[in-house]
């Protein structure tokens, strides 16, 4: 990896090991000899008292309280509407913590109790079904790691602006779990699907009642009625008890809160599938059911009002994903996409699972522009704005995956560009 060295500072692994310390920042002898130097070190006090015990439930230190969700004041012509963002920018890894996971939600988020909660299984089967959730924890369930992405995600890309926006500003709408349940065609084999079924209509039990459609292939395919995230119940802003979880494609037929699981010959044609996460093309025709999301990459650091202190060496790091497959390659560009290179993937390149990307570059103090893009396992290209723009027109917000450029300027600050 790294095998060649691209313009404007990003280095070569070669070439990185060959700086060997004076490249990196080197340590003055005196600090790595500690006490031999004549060093003094003082025991914090942090060190000499000691601290609370266990808890019922952990909580994170009070130093990283910048690790926040940001969300939209409250809108009372849509109670309960809205979505919270996650801080990617200040995440390492691809598995976000179920408190910073986003949410979008389109009346709130019900207080379900579990005991009272019905799945009803009907229309085009032999026999119609009904569980609780205590009947859906009996049976045998998958583990998967998958990203979750709102279909509206990077949309204000299309449309300029947001000079001062950021990695979570401008994409937080997705994020990467675990993902624990029942395969949906273990439920569906069992009441007996009708050789006329094409669509699975599916409706949560919010005050919305939001429903979407899923083709029925789909759903026999990688569908769960998911149960845990990271191990734990689900929480309420994710659907508890029970969602439905269609790996790889808007995060939106992901239905929260499931409470109906219904067969039809057609699309129901929801709301949320004809006034909304449709893509409207230049001449007014628009693309409906654009399930999958692209191939898809962001640079998470530095990106969108971080700021560079000195000269010198740093790891541009970032995410990956696409609904297609599994990340194969990230390039990085430091010079507005004129010269590419590799990026080191780091971990495993799950399918339809975020994936963590890095490359070294070397700051000289001159104004750049940082680039990714991915290519996943189907040869999926992640296509400029420039691009995205010609093919489809900015009418439309939804299923956005252009690339991103994040421009340094010359004193080290780094903010939202259009190249």
Not at 28 to 45: N, Q, Y
Not at 113 to 139: A, C, M, S, W
Not at 236 to 252: A, D, I, K, S, T
Not at 274 to 284: E, F, I, Q, V
Request: with cysteine.
């Amino acid at each position: 990896m790294y095998e060649k060295v691209a313009r404007n500072g990003l280095i070569s692994r070669r070439h990185l090991l060959g700086m060997g310390a004076t490249g990196v920042g080197a340590i003055a002898s005196s600090e790595v000899l500690g006490a031999d130097a004549g060093i003094t070190f003082e025991i914090p006090s942090w060190s000499r008292t000691p601290g609370p015990g266990a808890s019922a439930y952990g909580t994170r230190s009070r130093h990283a309280e910048y690790l926040r969700r940001t969300h939209a004041a409250a809108n009372p012509t849509y109670p309960g509407g809205g979505s919270s963002r996650s801080p990617l920018q200040h995440l390492q890894g691809t598995i976000t913590p179920n408190s910073l996971h986003f949410e979008r939600h389109h009346a709130g988020i019900p207080d379900i109790n579990p005991t009272g909660h019905k799945l009803v299984i009907n229309g085009l089967v032999r026999q119609p079904l009904v569980f609780t959730y205590e009947d859906l924890l009996k049976y045998q369930m998958i583990s998967r790691v998958y990203f979750l992405e709102c279909a509206g995600n990077s949309g204000a890309l299309l449309r300029g602006g947001n000079t001062n926006g950021t990695a979570q500003s401008l994409h937080g709408l997705v994020s990467c779990a675990e993902w624990t349940g029942v395969p949906l065609s273990t439920i569906l084999d069992e009441a007996g699907i009708l050789s006329d079924a094409k669509w699975v209509a599916a409706v949560g039990a919010d005050a919305a009642s939001m429903g979407r459609s899923v083709p029925i292939d789909k759903a026999l395919d990688d569908v769960m009625i998911a149960l845990y995230q990271n191990g734990e119940p689900i929480m309420p802003g994710q659907g508890y008890p029970m969602r439905l979880f269609c790996p790889g494609w808007e995060g939106n037929i992901s239905v929260k809160w499931l409470t109906q699981i219904k067969l039809t010959r057609g699309p129901a044609q929801f709301r949320d599938e004809t006034s909304k996460y449709t893509d409207t093309l230049p001449n007014r025709s628009s693309f409906q059911f654009s399930f999958p999301m692209g191939s898809k990459s962001l640079i998470t650091s530095p990106s969108g009002q971080m700021s560079l202190e000195r000269t010198g060496i740093y790891q541009i790091t970032g995410i990956a994903w696409s609904g297609s497959g599994s990340i194969r390659r990230v390039e990085v560009s430091a010079d507005g996409g004129q010269t590419w290179a590799d990026a080191a993937i780091q971990g495993l390149q799950l399918g339809k699972a975020l994936t963590r990307f890095s490359v070294p570059w070397e700051w000289n103090g001159s104004s750049a522009i940082l680039q990714s893009r991915a290519t996943d396992s189907r040869g999926n290209v992640q296509p400029t704005r420039e691009a995205t723009l010609v093919e489809r027109g900015n009418i439309s917000f939804y299923h956005n995956h252009c690339i991103q450029s994040w421009g340094v300027s010359n004193v080290g600050e780094v903010t939202n560009v259009y190249v």
